[in-house]
Nanobody
Framework: QVQLVESGGGLVQAGGSLRLSCAVS????????MAWFRQAPGKEREFVVS????????VYADSVKGRFTISRDNAKKMVYLQMNSLKPEDTAVYYC????????????????WGQGTQVTVSS
């Protein structure tokens, strides 16, 4: 089993920055693809970004390219999402996800999920 715990959410003004963290325990972290998703009220869960096991390959949603950066620290079993130039439309609950095999953007393909952290961007 894998346990994921997100932190770092909060309230920020448009144009500001936040850094989300995801602590991973359980199964070998180095074998996991990691991803961030988000879900705004009344909307479906949306892919944000994924990073492969080594951290050498990332895939970003078009909506966050150039503003968000994912990284991972395999020694610390942590994944980070640096969010810059935040917009009100980035407001959502952000979820950390993990899977030993899947590397894409379909949420239902990820086996492990955190509880989510709220990000609110005010205009």
């Amino acid at each position: 089993q894998v346990q994921l715990v997100e932190s770092g959410g909060g309230l920020v003004q448009a144009g500001g920055s936040l850094r989300l963290s995801c602590a991973v325990s359980g199964r070998s972290f180095r074998s996991l693809v990691m991803a961030w998703f988000r879900q705004a009220p009344g909307k479906e869960r949306e892919f944000v970004v994924s990073i492969n096991e080594s951290g050498g390959s990332t895939v970003y949603a078009d909506s966050v390219k150039g503003r968000f950066t994912i990284s991972r620290d395999n020694a610390k079993k942590m994944v980070y999402l640096q969010m810059n130039s935040l917009k009100p439309e980035d407001t959502a609950v952000y979820y950390c996800a993990a899977d030993p095999n899947y590397r894409g953007s379909r949420s239902r393909m990820y086996d492990y999920w955190g509880q989510g952290t709220q990000v609110t961007v005010s205009s």
